[in-house]
């Protein structure tokens, strides 16, 4: 079957808009169609004429060269290259395809003449799959999940985060239907630049986007989502606040209208103005207050407040909570204080806390952040201050503290080890507990965290405050902890909190993780950019002004690589890795090497998520504006790629195909980090 609907919306032009000689009048390059053309489901072809007195060239045959047959004057036309010549008459041109018995299909046909001359002309063709993408709801999704296949969702949208940033740029959400509730953790560049300003917590929302699972946070996902269709919220005013109980708040669970709530204030964190809400019905938690609330209460509400307030519902899937966000607190009832004493030994000590154990054996926690103290092991205190509550733990604040007398004798309780399975479920106040795992720090907010990794638990040990850590001998080594388990901490992330007394070298340190093919074989030699290497480049970048992704040159032994990178303080501090984003002109291109690479050693920092890819690809591969390599097939030719655990510090080896002599990095799926790069190349 033919279609005979030959369209003559001529767009052929004069020399000045087509970019021909102005002397020759008589150039032309025109078609008698010009936009799309469909083919039906069931089959069929279309004709057009296209006439041209330059020599040229149908892009995309090849691409769709499995479904659609294009003839030129009845003979077909199989490459993207081959030139059709130049003639004063008009040749006839033929598209057709079969039955579509699969999903919906299309491809983009662009004729070229010259360098100027374009026209773009969009085949589609409707199949009897539709679109391909599964439409259900989050429970029919969640009972069989599929990594990679797309679903189309519709639901409510709460605990939406809009961030754009110099190092942050995305848009995130929670979807719940009737079925359940989806993280869905990131929209298309398309998506986010469409839609990002105009959405909003209680939205009703249609998307189509591919699952995925984060290993890190056991968490379903959505990731790069397309927004079909969106209904912003029904408008409610705060005024009209519906007054309940923190039970019936849960089960409503409304994202539109505003709710009255009054309770305890618990767990009180005064940086976020955040705490949870406890009434005779339940606990939920406060997750964020308007601005104007929080300049006027952040240093009037305490623990044991009765406060009265008006929000809104959300839920928080990754840690499966329920919160009040958007909150307007009304009244704050300050609880009197209780005014508590302690007096004994001091038998451990971090830099905001100590523990005391008065003559009865008793032990106090004592811990104000605010207080600068000089307490030590050993000491024999007096305190008086007034008592509070944080995770239940009871604490005294706001203290006074005189020392009688130091380095006394202290005995410590028998320690119990604690395995991986027993140091999860570990909940004993203030029980003597011995941990080995390897120690790693982070910062944030300007603050230095210690963690420690036990093997096989799903919880981290977090050491509070310590006073000194010899980092050179211990970070990032396998270490015994010795200490009092004071809470557990986190959503996502457990954390079991201890105020250690002793930290120690373990005696046995596993072997090193690296794989067999990370070694330089003997007939082989390693060219390695080390982590003083990428770190000096990187200090040097920001003190000539880099605030971000920018072009540097990594000074190396094995010869100088060149990348546009991360470069930028981040809590006061140069970050040390090599950031590269999925994005932007992103990338570390690797010097010359005299012999072919035969594999590429990524030592990969545990900052890095799961579901990043390494690719490593061709020096002459370009990384168009808007293009990432996680969605996109730009990366076919890669020489090799890994992806990452996630969580972990790990090493990486991408075992290179053919025989190149030098690459480039780069990074599909989000924000990945490298230590170093060592490259093994034939000797």
Not at 123 to 152: F, H, S, W
Not at 230 to 253: G, R
Request: charged share 25%; proline share 2%.
């Amino acid at each position: 079957m033919k279609l005979k609907n030959i369209l003559f919306a001529v767009i052929a032009a004069g020399a000045a808009i087509m970019g021909c000689n102005p002397d020759n009048l008589e150039d032309e390059f025109s078609a008698s169609v010009n936009g799309d053309i469909t083919i039906e489901k069931e089959g069929g072809s279309y004709e057009f004429t296209v006439r041209s007195t330059f020599d040229w060239v149908i892009r995309g045959v090849e691409e769709a060269a499995d479904w659609l047959d294009v003839t030129v004057d009845g003979e077909s036309l199989t490459s993207n290259k081959a030139t059709i010549k130049a003639q004063e008459k008009e040749r006839f041109i033929e598209v057709s395809a079969l039955a579509n018995d699969g999903n919906d299909r299309e491809v983009t046909l662009t004729l070229f003449a010259g360098v100027k001359n374009k026209i773009i002309l969009k085949v589609k063709q409707a199949g009897a799959k539709g679109d391909g993408v599964t439409t259900c709801t989050v429970e029919e999704m969640l009972a069989n999940p599929v990594k990679g296949q797309i679903y189309r969702l519709t639901g409510v949208i709460s605990r939406y985060a809009n961030v754009s940033s110099n190092d942050k740029d995305y848009v995130s959400f929670d979807l719940t239907d009737a079925t359940g509730t989806i993280y869905v953790y990131s929209l298309s560049d398309a998506a986010k630049k469409e839609w990002r300003d105009k959405m909003e917590n209680g939205g009703t929302v249609t998307l189509k986007g591919e699952y995925d699972y984060y290993e890190k946070n056991s968490q379903h996902e959505i990731v790069k989502a397309e927004i079909e269709e969106y209904t912003a919220p029904e408008k409610f005013d705060p005024a009209d606040a519906i007054e309940t109980t923190v039970k019936a708040f849960i089960e409503a669970a409304d994202p539109v209208k505003y709710y009255k709530l009054t309770g305890l204030v618990k767990n009180y964190n005064k940086d976020k103005v955040s705490f949870d809400l406890e009434d005779a019905t339940g606990s939920v938690l406060v997750y964020s207050v308007v601005d104007s609330c929080k300049t006027k209460y952040k240093d009037v509400i305490t623990n044991r407040s009765t406060v009265t307030l008006r929000g809104q519902y959300t839920y928080y899937s990754a840690g499966s909570q329920h919160e009040v966000i958007n909150a307007i607190i009304d009244d704050v009832q300050v609880a009197v204080a209780e005014k508590v004493s302690t007096s004994g030994l001091v038998v451990a000590a971090s830099k905001t806390s100590f523990l005391v154990k008065d003559s009865q054996n008793k032990l106090e926690y004592v811990y104000d952040e605010e207080i600068e103290h000089t307490v030590k092991v050993g000491d024999n205190v007096e305190v008086d201050g007034e008592r509070d509550y944080y995770n239940d733990v009871p604490e005294i604040k706001k203290y006074t503290v005189k020392v009688n007398n130091s380095g006394n004798a202290v005995e410590q309780p028998e320690a119990s080890e604690l395995d991986a399975a027993a140091f999860d479920a570990y909940s004993t106040l203030f029980g003597y507990v011995k941990i080995t795992g390897k120690l790693t720090s982070s910062t944030s907010g300007g603050k230095k965290y210690y963690n420690v990794a036990v093997d096989g638990a799903t919880c981290k040990g977090s050491l509070i405050d310590p006073v000194e850590v010899d980092e050179e001998q211990l970070l990032k080594k396998y270490v015994d902890v010795t200490g009092y388990y004071i809470y557990q901490s986190g959503t996502t992330a457990k954390y079991q909190n201890i105020l250690f007394t002793e930290m120690v070298l373990s005696a046995e340190q596993p072997a090193a993780d690296d794989p067999a093919d990370a070694q330089v074989g003997e007939d082989e030699v390693g060219y390695e950019l080390t982590n003083a290497e990428i770190k000096a480049a990187l200090e040097d970048a920001v003190t000539k002004g880099a605030n971000g992704y920018t072009d540097i040159t990594f000074q190396s032994e094995s010869g100088n690589w060149v990348g546009n990178v991360n470069a930028q303080k981040k809590n006061g501090a140069v970050i040390d890795f090599i950031q590269l984003r999925n994005k932007q002109n992103a990338r570390l291109e690797s010097p010359a090497f005299s012999t072919s690479v035969k594999r590429i050693v990524l030592r990969v920092t545990d900052q890095t998520p799961a579901s990043r890819q390494f690719y490593a690809i061709p020096k002459d591969a370009t990384f168009p504006s808007g293009t990432t390599a996680y969605s996109s097939t730009l990366w076919a030719n890669a020489y090799g790629s890994v992806e990452p655990t996630g969580g972990a510090e790990e090493t990486k080896v991408i075992s290179v195909t053919g025989s190149p002599k030098e690459f480039i990095l780069v990074v599909g799926g989000g924000a990945a980090y490298l230590d170093s790069i060592l490259v093994i190349c034939e000797k």
